[in-house]
């Protein structure tokens, strides 16, 4: 066997499914989540990115997109139907092989060592970047929230400058767009060759992923019990937005529902696809959850349904209160209270923004870690990275690792990017999955199967397709999130190249 054929061998060569379960089953991972616990990661996921992150850049449209409209609730259907194929794809796998790392441990069972290898950092891409959008987001929300208190709190703090609260990248923006001179609204450093070094950064979103980060490592049960809190306090912001708006809503404001006809309808879908990544978060638990057999495909099932019925009720009473060109992007929902003169209530919006975002921001840096952990248990990854701590039983290590990236990253990632990059690392993940279940089903036929797909192989296919044409209506309209994503994927090939195909044949030895 020549060398060429040895290399392309190991490419192709899968971890059994036996070996992953096995793996998964030794795991000094504590088994501590409950159905209940489980849901609650998928809500504190799901809801808060699409209710208080993307929904308003969905409906209004950016210089990059179209915008839905009022048709947004077509948009959210639409992104709903490609999530259940995909998630009816994830429960039957899920429910297979309950281990650590998600679509990276499914494909390493089914597609080989090069695929679970792209897959694993495509998921970084989906998590990791994706928090970037969040936190930037949980900054909004924080500033419109200390604006309540101008006339208590001291004015350094209500109104801190800008160059502490935004990224280089959208301090160029914002001067940009208001014909404001950089050197006024930002400190440089004055390097040798007349090189000049902004200084911004988003303090508060650095603080929170911190915070978070400390959070993780402590433990995912302790973890868990904030975002139950958080999930309780954004539900009620959002059932009672919903109840109250309803008196408001005028139905002439949904005409014309569809301004931009099918491509604001297509392009909201992609946009508001980035709200659904939370019930792939669930299935990143499985090794710490008591019966992950039974209740990640109820959980995951359960939080797609949930969610997508709170997302159409808060899309028709939010376009049905505010004309879709008097949106606001940042904060929608408490703009539109404040447009109907409920000052006070709109203040209420923001505690629940922050409470949605800071749980959603907990549960994408969990996956990160735990996907992160599964990847350098398997030595594409440095073996010391997954090391567990002695009193908390959690990965420290990785979980440090997974934070500085979104700190890293967040210092020069803009924000509109950063959530469609997020999107593409989704959908590619989604397809995977779905492929994932039609291999298994050639390849371990008798292989118990706790949950299956229904109108298999179609349902999966289904999946594959919608995922694709979603992708498709990004990619034609030469958006720039398509062409970071296509570099994103050439890394990953290198650092697979130059280390983790070396590291893999040494722990073979």
Not at 185 to 202: Q, W, Y
Not at 324 to 332: K, M, S, T, Y
Not at 411 to 426: H, K, Q, R, V, Y
């Amino acid at each position: 066997m020549n060398k060429l054929q040895v290399i392309f061998n190991n490419l192709l060569k899968c971890k059994s499914p036996q070996d992953t379960v096995e793996e998964g089953s030794k795991s000094e991972l504590k088994k501590t989540l409950s159905i209940f616990d489980l849901i609650v990661l998928g809500i504190a996921a799901v809801v808060g990115t699409g209710i208080f992150t993307i929904i308003g850049s969905a409906i209004v449209g950016s210089s990059d997109a179209a915008g839905a409209g009022s048709a947004i609730v077509i948009s959210m259907v639409l992104a709903a139907v490609a999530s259940v194929f995909s998630a009816l794809s994830y429960s039957e796998i899920a429910a297979m092989m309950p281990v650590a790392g998600s679509a990276y441990a499914y494909t390493y069972a089914t597609m080989g060592e090069l695929m679970a290898w792209m897959v694993g950092w495509v998921l970084m891409l989906e998590y990791a970047i994706g928090n970037i959008t969040v936190a930037s987001a949980w900054t909004g929300y924080l500033v419109q929230f200390l604006k309540g208190f101008q006339h208590i709190l001291p004015s350094w703090v209500v109104n801190f400058p800008l160059w502490l609260r935004n990224d280089y990248r959208s301090m160029y923006e914002l001067c940009n767009r208001y014909g404001w001179d950089v050197h006024d609204k930002m400190p440089f450093v004055h390097l040798p060759f007349g090189i000049e070094l902004p200084i911004a950064a988003n303090l508060p979103a650095i603080g929170i992923v911190l915070i978070l980060t400390i959070l993780l490592i402590k433990g995912i049960k302790e973890s868990t019990k904030v975002a139950t809190i958080m999930v309780g306090v954004n539900m009620f912001i959002i059932l009672s937005f919903v109840v109250v708006g309803a008196f408001y809503v005028r139905p002439e404001n949904w005409v014309p529902f569809a301004p931009n006809g099918l491509e604001g309808i297509f392009s909201g879908a992609f946009i508001i696809f980035f709200a659904y990544i939370g019930f792939d978060a669930i299935s990143t638990a499985a090794e710490e959850t008591k019966n992950p057999q039974r209740d990640l495909p109820i959980a995951i099932m359960g939080t797609l349904f949930l969610c997508t019925v709170l997302y159409v009720c808060v899309a028709l009473v939010l376009t049905g209160v505010v004309p879709v060109n008097a949106i606001d992007i940042q904060a929608p929902l408490a703009h539109a209270m404040r447009f109907v003169g409920i000052d006070w209530y709109a203040g209420l919006i923001s505690v629940g923004a922050l409470c949605a975002l800071t749980s959603v921001l907990l549960i994408y840096q969990l996956g990160t870690t735990r996907i992160l952990y599964a990847m350098s248990r398997d030595h594409f990854l440095p073996k010391s990275w997954n090391a567990i701590h002695e009193k908390f039983k959690t990965p420290h290590i990785m979980t440090w690792v997974s934070g500085l990236i979104v700190i890293l990253c967040g210092l020069f990632m803009d924000l509109n990017i950063s959530a469609e990059l997020c999107n593409f690392g989704t959908f590619t993940s989604f397809i995977v999955i779905c492929i994932a279940v039609l291999i298994l089903r050639k390849t371990e036929p008798k292989r118990e199967r706790p949950f299956k797909v229904p109108f298999c192989p179609w349902f999966p296919i289904f999946g594959i397709l919608t995922c694709f044409a979603l992708m498709y209506c990004k990619f034609s309209a030469k958006a720039t999130s398509a062409l970071y994503f296509i570099i994103w994927l050439a890394v990953g090939v290198l650092i697979y190249a130059l280390y983790s195909y070396k590291e893999l044949r040494r722990s073979e030895k």
